[in-house]
Every structure is written in C-alpha cells, then in structure tokens.
C-alpha cells in the first residue's frame, strides 16, 4: 500500500489586506498635493500633517478614502495616517457611514476668561438660533484672544467681543473681517538696526561665548512656562555631536495666554532675528518654527516675513520652516511639539534623553520660546544690566503678562518682573470693573495654580509662588472676583485638562476625567481629590497630567469659606 503524502497548496490573497484605494481619490490628491512619483520629497514623514491640512482646507473635512489614498502617496500604514488625523482637533475625518459635516463651523471659546465672558449663554443661543443643517456650532479650546473676551471662529475667520446678532451676520453674509496686522516690514526694521546682531555673529565680531555671557548676566530664562536659563539651553545642546536643530515653539495653548501671538504680530523681524541667531548658537541645519492653528492672521505674516529675509538674501531658501499646529495643547510640551513636527500624534516622549540630546530626527534639539528669543536683539543692544534692572521687589527683568478676566484693560502688559498682582491690576489693568472685587487669580494659566485675594500682594515671577500652590508659568494672569462661581472654574479647568490629555499615560488620562466627575458632584471629597491630586502628579508622564490637579488644591487650601458661601460643601 502506497501512502501518499499530500502538501498544502499556500494560498495567496489576490490584494493587499483592508479597503480598495479608489484611483480617483488619489488622482485627486496628487492633483492638490503635487505628484509624488517625481517628486519622492512629497513623501517624507514629517510632511503628514501639512498634507493633512492641505486636504482639511481644500475640503472642509477629511474622508476615509481621501486618508486612504494619502496613506499610499506617502507609503505609510493606514494605521499612521489615521491616527495621527484623529489626535488633532482642528481635522474633521468622517468615516463611510457618517454624512458629511456642515459647510460652516462655528466654534465658541469656552476657555475660562471667555466662560467669564458669558461664552456658555453664548453658544447655546448660537445652538437655538442657526439651522444645524447648514452649521454647526461646537466648543473650541483657548483661541489666544482672551482680552476680546468672547471669541467665536466661523471657519477659520475670528469674531472678537462676540455676540450672537454678530456672528449670525458673519454667517448670513459670508462677510468676514481679516485680521489686520500692522507689522515692521524688514526695511523698517533693518533701517532701525534691525539684523546688525545676526550679521555680527555671522562675520565673528560675536562670539557664542560673549553672547550667552550677555544672556546670563540678563538673566534671560525661558518664557513658555519652565523659566529654564536660556543661556544652558544653549550651552547643553552644543555640547552634543551634530547635525543639530533649532526650534521655536509658538504653540502657546495654556488658557489665558497670548502674549507670543502679539510679539509676532508687532514684530515679526525682531521674533526672527533672535531665532536666527539662536539656530546660529548652535549651528543648527535648520530653524522650524511651529505656529498654533489658531493664528491664521500669522501664518501669511510670517511666510512674508520669512520671503523677505529669503529674498534679500539674509537667510538661505527653505533654512526656515514654517509649520502649522493642528489643535492639541499638549504639543506646548517640547517633546510632543518635536513628535508633531515630525507628523505624528504629539504625544510626550519618556525622558531622558531630554530633546536637547535627542530631539527632532533624533538630533540635538535647541528649543525656545517666541518671546525669549525676541528678547535678545534688544538684550544685546541695550545691555544686560538694563534687562536685570528692570525688577521689582529684589526680582530682575521684564515679564509680559498676559492679563484677563475681571479688569478694566485686558491685554498684553510689559512690567517689571516681580510685580504683585495688586499693582499690575491697578497700574496697568485699569483696575477691577465696577461692582467686582477681587476674589482670587490664576498667575500662570489653567496650570498654574489658583491663588486666593489674601495673596495678590506676592511678587509675580519664576521661584516665588511655589511655596504657595502656584507658579508663573507663561504669566498668564486671569483675574476671578466674587461675582464669580468657583465650582464652575473648577470644572472648567478640569474639563479643559480631560478633553486636551493625550491619554498615553493612565495616570493623566483617567485621573483628569474622574477628577471633573468628583468636581460635578454637589458635595466634594477633599481627601478624594487630594489623593487622586497625588497620584496624577506623581504618576504622569508630562506636566499636564502633573499640573492639572493644581486649581483644585488651590480651591481646597484656600477658598473652603467661599466655597461654602456658594452652598458647595467640602467634607474631609
């Protein structure tokens, strides 16, 4: 008897595993986009986002089978593409089976200083009074215009002091009003001396040595919220074996700030040339430049800034490079802005290796913000000893805080570094509006902690609020007054924290969301919210997770009177 031993044929599948590519989609997209074939540079990883939001622009929204057929033009998994377009907020995907979105996007600010505005009855009128047919009306994050308190975006157009007969207009007519920026043009700027210190580097009449000298006897630190020397900065990332990097973070996201969007606005050139010089420091290949979404207006200021500089040869083409932000808070984090640059989720990175030892393309990464590297042409010509004797109350230097809320002139202030809250309500905000007292303050954001009246009197700057429950921060400086329910900051706060976690760490992810569920509550547990405080700040990866629980300790330690006398009971 023969015993015949039978092998499996292997079967093959006929095409690759998921949704067909539909030819069409993808004719389309190399038609926007430009054809990858002959120009394989279309394909770089760190292109994904900006191709993201060229799509975004030209459609209104992102489809299934236009992601599909991006993830072939880029030779990427369809996985990356769409994770990386679900993560950002400002990118609409719809799947196959959800009908398009509205032609129009209406998005009421519901950060806290436009909450005090009266954003909620806003948005619910906006809600009751358009035909949801033809818009949408949705909550959007802090849009850094919280002196225009509320702020409503129809599209990618802003409407300041909102109300709902003015955006109803907006809607109906179509009519927007852009946004006019008045900034010094490169001749202005460079007939002021303007440039001088950049081609003073260049030529070797400064010395990197000299000039980090001049920024540590300024006392220059970094301005984005951590107060980092700028000068170790520097000195940290050269000693690390090139290619390097430089990059500007603009992406300033904490609720309350806008101080970087004005900078950029009154003086572009002066932005630019101290981040010229400070991708000079370290020898950088190239200088990005990551703007937030929200500033559209900066967008076109910058690209023609940048063009100038380009065009009169100050610059080499494409040594700077402009990128666009798509929404996430959590890319203001050096680490997740490096990952989005990259065109992935901005999702922080475990550290060490700190982004100055491996940061963008896992090179040497120098990272600073938009205001400190704007200090330092003006630092430099007229000396470090008229920065650092700027203070007041024994601090050194200048601080620009970002002031909002219950004041009579909200904006944008230049003061000395160590002033109290008191004196900057007073001497530049005009003072409390009428039938308002003061009642607490955030001194740096939604991260920063929540101080009480009986503490306006502490100096404002880097070290001197910690011992307290709070820090400076990016000084962003949002005034409450007894008119004001703590309980509803609280929860805006939270809620803000919860929506804007990446949710890669446990600890962040789930504590921002049972935190804002213990806040709703009609009686709050202390000993339950302090040690879930514990844990998030223990335990989390980044500083939105570590910082989120800070408003709620501040309200814990220092407002159980005015919690009480606004019926909320604190037990514990």
């Known amino acids: 008897m023969t015993v015949e031993t039978l092998t499996p044929k292997r079967r093959f599948r006929g095409k690759a595993r998921g949704r067909d590519l539909a030819p069409v989609a993808l004719a389309a997209l190399r038609a926007l986009l430009g054809d990858e074939r002959s120009h394989p540079e279309l394909r770089r990883r760190d292109l994904l986002i900006e191709h993201l939001h060229a799509i975004q622009d030209a459609r209104g929204h992102l489809a299934l089978a236009e ?23 400002h990118f609409d995907v719809v799947h196959d089976d959800q009908a398009l979105p509205p032609e129009v996007t209406v998005r009421v600010c519901d950060s806290l200083s436009c909450q005090l505005a009266g954003a909620e009855a806003l948005k619910a009128e906006l809600t009751a009074g358009v035909d949801p047919e033809a818009v949408r009306v949705v909550r959007g994050p802090c849009m850094g215009r919280c002196e225009t308190a509320p702020v409503v975006e129809v599209g990618h157009h802003h409407v300041l002091y909102a109300t709902a007969e003015g955006v109803k207009a907006v809607i109906d007519t179509g009519h927007y009003h852009p946004e006019a920026i008045l900034w010094q043009r490169l001749a202005d700027y460079r007939a002021a001396g303007g440039y001088g210190l950049l081609a003073d580097c260049h030529a070797g009449r400064i010395t990197v040595e000299t000039l980090m000298q001049t920024l540590e006897a ?30 500007i973070n603009a992406d300033e996201g904490e609720p309350g700030t806008f101080k970087d969007r004005v900078y950029l606005e009154r003086s572009p050139h002066r932005f630019l040339e101290g981040a010229l010089v400070s991708a000079w420091a370290v020898e950088a290949e190239a200088l990005y430049i990551y703007l937030r979404d929200e500033y559209p207006g900066l967008h076109r ?13 100050l610059v080499a083409p494409d040594y700077i490079i402009l990128r666009r932000g798509a929404g996430a808070y959590i890319c203001g984090e050096e680490s997740a802005m490096i990952e989005s640059l990259e065109g992935k989720p901005g999702k922080p990175r475990h550290r060490p290796p700190y982004v100055a030892q491996r940061g963008l393309f896992d090179c040497p990464t120098l990272v600073n913000n938009v205001e400190t590297v704007a200090w330092i042409p003006l630092i430099w010509e007229k000396g470090a000893d008229w920065f650092a004797g700027q203070g007041r109350h024994g601090r050194k230097g200048l601080r620009s805080f970002s002031l909002s809320g219950r004041v009579k002139r909200p904006g944008v202030h230049l003061a000395p570094a160590g002033i109290t809250l008191n004196e900057l309500i007073e001497e530049y905000g005009g003072g409390m509006p009428e039938g308002h007292r003061l009642a607490g303050y955030l001194p740096g954001g939604a991260s920063g902690g929540l101080l009480p009246a009986s503490k306006a009197d502490i100096p404002l700057d880097f070290d001197t609020l910690q011992e307290h429950g709070g820090f400076i921060g990016s000084a962003a400086v949002i005034v409450l007054s007894d008119q004001d329910d703590l309980r509803d900051v609280a929860t805006n706060l939270l809620a803000f924290f919860a929506d804007e ?18 806040l709703e509550r009609d009686e709050w547990q202390s000993d339950e919210l302090e040690r879930l405080s514990q844990v998030m700040m223990d335990a989390s990866i980044c500083g939105l997770g570590q910082a989120a629980p800070n408003p709620v300790l501040g309200l814990l330690k220092d407002f159980r009177g005015e919690l009480a006398a606004q019926n909320l009971i604190v037990k514990g």
Do not use: D, H
């Open 67 to 89: 992601l599909r057929a991006l993830a072939a033009y880029m030779n990427l998994p369809m996985a990356a593409v769409y994770e990386t377009a679900t993560f950002y907020a």
């Open 218 to 247: 300024a006392n220059l630190r970094g301005l984005g919220g951590a107060g980092f020397p700028t000068f170790k900065k520097w000195y940290f990332v050269r000693q690390e074996t090139g290619p390097r990097y430089c990059a």
């Open 301 to 313: 200021v910058l690209r023609e800034a940048i063009g100038e500089l380009e065009t009169a040869g």
């Open 501 to 518: 976690s990446c949710g890669q760490c446990t600890p962040c992810r789930v504590g921002t969301e049972k935190m804002l569920s213990l």
